[in-house]
């Protein structure tokens, strides 16, 4: 079992940059593919990046590429979602995710999901 916790969201203004963190419990996260998603309201919930085990693949939605970062700290059981250049579009719930390859996080089938952090961007 893994817990997920997201923090870092908040209220920044378009042009600004936020960093997300997720702390995942347990002793098995580096066995983990981590991802970030996002929802806002009344649209369906959108991949935004994704990141291999060892750090050694990344992988990002359309709206994320050029502007965010997924990064990891096995040692501290963290992933991170650096985001600069945000845009009022950017606004919506983050989630993270933990799963057990590649193909089931980036299909959105992620084993473990956390309770999401809000992130909103003013214009």
């Known amino acids: 079992q893994v817990q997920l916790v997201e923090s870092g969201g908040g209220l920044v203004q378009a042009g600004g940059s936020l960093r997300l963190s997720c702390a995942a419990s347990?002793?098995?996260?580096?066995?983990?593919?981590m991802g970030w998603f996002r929802q806002a309201p009344g649209k369906e919930r959108e991949f935004v990046a994704a990141?291999?085990?060892?750090?050694?693949?990344?992988y990002y939605g359309d709206s994320a590429k050029g502007r965010f970062t997924i990064s990891r700290d096995n040692a501290e059981n963290t992933v991170y979602l650096q985001m600069n250049s945000l845009k009022p579009d950017d606004t919506a719930v983050y989630y993270c995710?933990?799963?057990?390859?590649?193909?089931?996080?980036?299909?959105?089938?992620?084993?473990?999901w956390g309770q999401g952090t809000q992130v909103t961007v003013s214009s």
């Open positions: 347990g002793r098995t996260f580096s066995s983990y593919v």
């Open positions: 995710a933990a799963g057990s390859s590649t193909l089931i996080v980036l299909g959105g089938r992620a084993n473990y």
């Open positions: 990141l291999s085990r060892s750090s050694g693949s990344t």
